[in-house]
């Protein structure tokens, strides 16, 4: 396995999973993920303890803009928000 990510409400949760995917093998936890395959993560810490995650993929398309030599002046933006 490579690299993945895991998120739980539960911090004993968190913990659980860690201790169990140590039994199985060398695995190296690297904190809050800041990027994964090409997605942005954003994480915001709110009041009461709730926590909200925005993803996003703008470095990857502004990559992909770019080697194909297009100009920003000819792409859009789309913002989705639930």
Do not use: P, R
């Not at 199985?24 to 997605?39: E, Y």
């Not at 925005?54 to 502004?62: A, D, N, R």
């Amino acid at each position: 396995m490579d690299d993945i990510i895991y998120l739980s409400a539960s911090d004993q949760v968190v913990k659980a999973f860690e201790q169990h995917l140590s039994t199985i093998g060398n695995v190296d936890f690297m904190g809050q993920v800041t990027h994964f395959l090409g997605i942005e993560f954003s994480w915001c810490h709110h009041e009461g303890g709730h926590l909200s995650i925005s993803l996003t993929q703008q470095s990857f398309t502004e990559n992909l803009v770019d080697s194909l030599n297009y100009s920003t002046d000819s792409t859009s933006t789309f913002v989705f928000s639930n």
